[in-house]
């Protein structure tokens, strides 16, 4: 089973607010509209989103251009979303002017081509170039972006999370300047081209901890497309199969159900019990969202989340969102643990109510 294209990072752009950064009016349009040509590479008079794809990858693309070019991205994928498309339209010259101002906050009017701009401007400002940090990969520091790889990094923090050496030990430098990423279940290594500057704006991060992660999303999303790099940070996942990759172990996926048995205070539910084993034994555990009906914009729908413990005694689950931010709210209006940096426990009754599937590796 595959987890939803739904659950990338853009869902809740338009709620975000951004940082106000004083620029002449409609900047990010005249930036794309200075690119266009540049970007328009068969010089059709429109940019598709093979051309997109190959432009992503280009290292030529650079600072302020890539943010630019990014922020198209975003666009396409987001106005393809909006009406339902499973293609994403080529956009003309013309079509710029569209993208640019048909997509707003309601609440604040900010659009968001310029919320899209500051987002990853930041972004690549905050990102370190080099491969690791000063320290060992952190689990913590590594969040998702606009890839639709949720499945694949949350069974890679929980590898991280619990040895980090892993995952450093995972990437080797080749004398041409490509990485060769082996995970310990795959057969062969996958041969990489450092993240662009692109890359690095749009997709996984872990900022000053080093490119590391976004390498290995790379390299397991090219696995994912049967070698295609242009279209490795498009590709879902399967959590067992990111778990198995891992581990070089087995994994099996299991049903949540939304209506339990009743259960004793400190009995573990039947869903859960397999899953608090794995954990017992310093196994990796993935749970993720029902595709609709969760109980509130709390929860990602078809979203994977890390496992991090199973507490029978407070009759509780805690788990760590990939995007390393929004989880459930109190009355407030503020994450329950006052933090929001992804990681939250919620109560048995609310994991069935809004969890439908736990992939565990089993050996």
Not at 4 to 15: M, N
Not at 70 to 92: C, F, I, N, S
Not at 233 to 238: A, S, W
């Given at each position: ?57 280009d290292s030529q693309i650079q600072g302020e251009e890539s943010v630019s070019l990014a922020t198209l991205y975003g666009l396409m994928e987001h106005d393809a979303a909006y009406r339902g498309l499973q293609r994403k339209p080529p956009v003309t010259y013309n079509r710029l002017y569209d993208l640019y101002y048909d997509y707003d906050n309601p609440d604040t009017g900010e659009l968001a081509a310029d919320y899209f701009y500051q987002k990853y401007a930041g972004k690549l400002e905050e990102a370190g170039k080099e491969l690791f940090g000063e320290s060992l990969p952190d689990g913590y520091a ?222």
């Amino acid at each position: 089973m595959r987890i939803s294209s739904r659950s990338v990072s853009h869902a809740p752009i338009l709620k975000a607010s951004a940082q106000n950064i004083s620029r002449v009016e409609d900047f990010v349009l005249k930036q794309q509209q200075h690119y266009f040509d540049d970007w328009d590479l068969n010089h059709n008079g429109q940019i598709s989103w093979s051309e997109m794809r190959r432009n992503v990858a280009d290292s030529q693309i650079q600072g302020e251009e890539s943010v630019s070019l990014a922020t198209l991205y975003g666009l396409m994928e987001h106005d393809a979303a909006y009406r339902g498309l499973q293609r994403k339209p080529p956009v003309t010259y013309n079509r710029l002017y569209d993208l640019y101002y048909d997509y707003d906050n309601p609440d604040t009017g900010e659009l968001a081509a310029d919320y899209f701009y500051q987002k990853y401007a930041g972004k690549l400002e905050e990102a370190g170039k080099e491969l690791f940090g000063e320290s060992l990969p952190d689990g913590y520091a590594a969040k998702q972006g606009a890839a639709p790889s949720c499945g694949f990094l949350a069974a890679t923090f929980a590898t991280v999370w619990k040895e980090p050496a892993v995952a450093k030990k995972a990437i080797v430098l080749q004398e041409d300047g490509d990485y060769e990423v082996q995970f310990p279940g795959l057969p062969r290594p996958i041969e990489v081209a450092p993240p662009t500057d692109t890359e690095r704006a749009l997709f996984s991060t872990a900022q000053q901890n080093g490119t590391w992660i976004t390498v290995l999303e790379k390299a397991w999303g090219k696995h994912q497309a049967g070698g295609d790099e242009l279209r490795a940070f498009e590709m879902d996942t399967n959590p067992e199969d990111a778990i198995r990759a891992w581990t070089n172990g087995s994994a099996k996926t299991t049903r949540v159900a939304k209506n339990p048995k009743e259960y004793k205070k400190g009995e573990i539910p039947f869903s859960l019990k397999t899953a608090y084993r794995a954990l017992a034994e310093d196994r990796t555990v993935v749970a993720w969202t029902r595709f609709e009906d969760v109980s509130s914009d709390d929860y990602v729908v078809g979203h994977a989340y890390t496992v991090t413990g199973i507490h029978p005694e407070e009759g509780s689950v805690s788990l760590r969102n990939p995007w390393g931010h929004q989880e459930p709210l109190g009355d407030d209006g503020k994450p329950l643990d006052k933090k929001d940096d992804g990681l939250f426990e919620i109560s048995f009754q609310q994991f069935h109510k809004n969890f439908k599937m736990l992939a565990r590796q089993t050996g």
